[in-house]
């Protein structure tokens, strides 16, 4: 999961979607200082499925634009802690 992210927009017919993640993550390196490892893309450019680019998961979600890709680091999902038992009195 991600909450924050950059939104890319590439809408190039000449490149394929391997290398539109590269490039993104790539300007993101530069930007932010670090490497994403996921990618949401529109369901209709991922036909096969998810897939991984260059340490990148790409991941179909829905309400992305086509030939948009949201790209960041992905939460820690942290385990759920047991609740407290509460005494009363």
Not at 17 to 43: F, M, S, T, W
């Amino acid at each position: 999961m991600m909450r924050v992210g950059m939104l890319w927009l590439d809408d190039s017919p000449k490149r394929s979607l391997d290398e539109k993640v590269r490039r993104a993550a790539a300007y993101y390196r530069q930007k932010y200082g670090q490497r994403p490892n996921l990618c949401y893309v529109h369901p209709a450019m991922l036909p096969e499925g998810p897939l991984e680019v260059d340490g990148v998961a790409v991941r179909p979600l829905k309400d992305i634009l086509p030939q948009h890709l949201w790209l960041g680091v992905a939460e820690v999902q942290e385990t759920a802690r047991p609740a407290r038992a509460s005494i009363v009195a």
